[in-house]
């Protein structure tokens, strides 16, 4: 990933020293579990760890010789020990190692995303609250269709966001299974009571059937939960670009003191950080693909998902972090225009009432197809001739023989959907 996406702590996750930690980390549980099984002597594990240097130059140069970044590292770790180095690595493969700390590695990814992601959750709460009573048109097919409240916008927001919360709750779970089963997971020179002592230890899950690799559905699994976190994000992020256009200024994002718009065009407020987060929406959901192709793998392994599994996880895991990051300062800093927001029913001439008119008309006896016409026509009228549609209705000498004025009017009140916006909420304990 790009520097300039890349947010701490999580990028300091995937940088090339903490990987090789957690190489040693996943190294020195092994020989812990060794101690414990009268395998190794007492101590060693520890004496280990105290002569141990992580020198990713040094590492690389000796990669650059061998070509294989394993053996370059345990040949780094190793070079200045004694007789302790003899446990080191005994009866693993490589996998064994790079699939466990890479195990390692997505969990604690994902239990930082997982933190900021409740960060955000507890902001649109308080923002679906602020605005619960605030009315305001509702859109399908971007055409004005009822009126609905801006709180209840945030909260659809929030519950797909608890929903995605619960999903990565799972998803880590389910990526959290390392294996230290050998070759081909058949365990032929190492215990299977060695896996399950040195993974607990790490605060991993022996996986259940191996091959020489962890299963790649479970990082498949992972990929699509990030996926769905940043479709999430960037359902708001078009609501928000939508709400932004000039001619709705309903809602925008913040615009930092300082900051400009345009190279060219002085007055230019755009959504661009709106914007990045679609583009990047996008990128997370490209990645699910390649996860999806690394499940298939030669027999008992290939290496045909190694360079992929490089980029994407990484990539993967920095996108969804910095998008949650984003998300939260942009919800936090909305500006909500709440003047436009009701000069926008002027703009309908009133014919987001259309269907409570229909619905009154009904209740008087009449039959919901002649109450569809009437209705239509005089909506078609009022809107081809930018005239008020309450107007047009009043006028209509049948509206009058139904209505009295206080009914009528009282067809024409916003209030009304917002009724039982109170049971919504608490369907999410608000």
């Known amino acids: 990933m790009i520097e300039r996406y890349s947010l701490s702590p999580m990028k300091d996750i995937w940088s090339e020293e903490e990987k090789f930690r957690r190489w040693l980390e996943v ?42 970044d394993v053996i370059a590292f345990i040949k780094s770790i190793t070079d200045n020990m004694g007789d302790e180095a003899r446990y080191f690595h005994k009866g693993l493969t490589s996998s064994d190692i790079v699939d466990t700390a890479l195990s390692l590695g997505l969990k ?6 997982l ?13 679906a609250i602020k605005y619960k009573y605030l009315y305001t048109v509702g859109r399908t097919h971007g055409v004005h269709a009822e009126p609905t409240s801006f709180g209840l916008k945030l909260l659809s927001y929030l519950a797909e966001l608890e929903r995605n919360i619960s999903r990565l709750k799972i998803s880590i779970e389910n990526i959290s299974y390392g294996k230290l089963s050998g070759a081909v997971g058949n365990y032929a020179n190492i215990d299977p009571e060695i896996e399950y002592i040195a993974l607990n230890k790490l605060g991993l899950k022996p996986e259940i059937v191996a091959t020489q690799v962890v299963p790649r559905d479970r990082h498949a699994e992972f990929l699509s939960v990030l996926a769905l976190i940043g479709a999430g994000i960037e359902r708001i992020a078009v609501e928000i670009r939508h709400l932004q256009k000039t001619e709705v200024l309903e809602a925008q994002e913040p615009f930092k003191k300082g900051q400009r718009g345009s190279s060219a065009m002085p007055h230019k407020k755009n959504p661009i950080l709106c914007e990045r987060l679609t583009g990047m929406a996008r990128m997370l959901r490209s990645y699910t693909v390649a996860g999806y192709e690394n499940i298939s793998l030669w027999h008992e392994r290939d290496i045909s998902h190694s360079s992929v599994e490089r ?9 969804t972090f910095y998008m949650v990051k984003k998300t939260q300062y942009l919800i936090d800093n909305l500006i909500v225009n709440e003047d436009r927001i009701k000069e926008t029913f002027e703009k309908s001439y009133n014919l987001v009432y259309s269907q409570r008119v229909l619905l009154s008309l009904i209740d008087k006896g009449i039959s919901r197809e002649n109450g569809y016409k009437f209705v239509q026509k005089y909506a078609l009228e009022a809107w081809e001739t930018r005239r008020d549609f309450k107007e047009l209705l009043w006028n209509d000498k049948e509206i009058k023989n139904l209505f009295t004025k206080e009914e009528f009017d009282e067809i024409f009140t916003p209030n009304y959907y917002l009724r039982n916006i109170d049971k919504i909420y608490s369907k999410l304990g608000l």
């Open 27 to 68: 190294e020195l549980s092994v020989i812990e579990a060794f101690e414990e099984m009268g395998i190794a002597p007492k101590g060693t594990a520890e004496k280990i760890r105290m002569n141990s240097k992580i020198d990713v130059e040094k590492i690389l140069e000796i990669e650059s010789v061998v070509d294989h």
């Open 311 to 319: 980029v994407f996880l990484p990539d993967a895991t920095l996108i």
């Open 108 to 113: 604690r990814a994902g239990e930082l995303i």
């Open 115 to 127: 933190e900021e992601l409740i960060v955000l959750s507890n902001i649109l709460k308080e923002k």
